[in-house]
C-alpha cells in the first residue's frame, strides 16, 4: 500500500528533485542540514562585459570525485549518491564509479552514515542501500559475482523509503531506524 | 618562532592552495575526507559536437550558499569557510555572507565542527577561529558593534593553526585539541 501511494502521488519527479525537496524540507524544518553538491565543471575561458556579470563562454563538465549529497544529520555525518534506473529486474553496478567506491569507503571508515539511494522508476520505489551491502556486491563483480545487484536483493537487503508529502523521499526515517 | 617558519616555508601560496594540499594529505594518510566544494555555475547553454565533450557556451557563477569545504574526522561532520586578507588590523565582516552565517548555525546546532580560517598574508599567520566566536561579533555588528575583527582579538580568541610540511595548514591538530 505505501508503493501505491508513492507511485500515485509522486508521478513524473525525478529522483534528484525528490531528493532536494526533501533537502530543503528538513532544512526548513531545522532537521537536518543536507545539500547535492554542485556539479564540478571546469572553468577554460571567462569574459567579463562591462557593467555585467561575468560570463563562462567554454567551460567542461568534470566527472565528480565524490558523490552527490552531504551533511549533517544528529550530530552525524551523511553522504550518500542516488541513482534511478529503468531496468525492472535489477540494478547494474556500472551505474556506479570506482572513484565514488573509494570515496564511500574512505568516509565510511571515518564514521559516516553512508548509503545509495536507488529508485526503480518501472515501480516508482525508491531504496536505501547500506554502503556496506553495496561494497559487498560491489566487490564481488571482481570474484566472479555478477555486474549488477538483483531487484529482489535489493528489496530484502535494503530499505524501501516511506513517501512523505513534502520529504518526497523520507530517507531521514530509514536512518532514524538503522541509527537512533 | 612558529609563525615566521610558517612564513618562510610558505611563500607564495595562496590559502585555498595551502587547505587543498592539506586536505589531499589527509585524505592520502586515511586521516579525514574533508573536500572544497565545487563553485557553483549556472549553465545556460552547452553545446553538444559530434565525438567529442559537451561544451559549455554560456554559464555564470553564482553566489555559494553554504561554505568552501566540508567533509568528515574521526566521526565528527566539519565545515568550514576560509578567508584571505591583506588587511594588517582587522578582519572585515564583510568577507563573510549573511547565508554562509546562516548555513553555519544551522550546522552548528546540528553538532558540526563548525569554524572559519583566517589567513592574515602581510604576516603569514592562519588562525582557526571556532564558529561561536564568530557569531559573537557577527550578531554584535547589528548591535552597535564594529564591523570588523580586530588582529588582536583573534590572535587571542582564536588558535594559530600550525604550518606541517605536507598538511600546510595543519587545522586538525587544533581540532584534535579542541575537540578529542
Ligand atoms: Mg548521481
Ligand atoms: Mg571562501
Request: with cysteine; glycine share 4%; hydrophobic share 35%.
Amino acid at each position: 500500500i505505501a508503493n501505491r501511494a508513492q507511485g500515485f502521488s509522486n508521478r513524473g519527479m525525478t529522483l534528484e528533485e525528490d531528493i532536494n525537496a526533501a533537502n530543503t524540507y528538513y532544512r526548513d524544518m531545522d532537521k537536518a542540514v543536507i545539500h547535492k553538491k554542485p556539479t564540478p565543471i571546469q572553468v577554460v575561458n571567462v569574459h567579463y562585459p562591462k557593467r555585467s556579470a561575468a560570463v563562462i563562454t567554454e567551460g567542461y563538465f568534470k566527472q565528480p570525485s565524490t558523490t552527490d549529497y552531504n551533511g549533517i544529520y544528529r550530530g552525524r555525518h551523511i553522504d550518500f549518491e542516488a541513482k534511478e534506473t529503468k531496468n525492472k529486474t535489477r540494478f547494474p553496478l556500472a551505474n556506479i564509479h570506482e572513484h565514488q567506491i573509494r570515496h564511500m569507503k574512505s568516509i565510511a571508515k571515518q564514521g559516516a552514515v553512508c548509503f545509495l539511494i536507488i529508485r526503480f522508476s518501472a515501480y516508482e520505489e525508491t531504496y536505501y542501500m547500506p554502503a556496506e551491502v553495496l561494497f559487498r556486491y560491489w566487490d564481488a563483480q571482481f570474484n566472479g559475482g555478477k555486474k549488477s545487484i538483483r531487484y529482489e536483493t535489493i528489496v530484502k537487503e535494503g530499505y524501501l523509503v516511506p513517501f512523505h508529502y513534502q520529504a518526497r523521499v523520507n530517507y531521514l526515517a530509514v536512518i532514524d531506524k538503522l541509527y537512533f
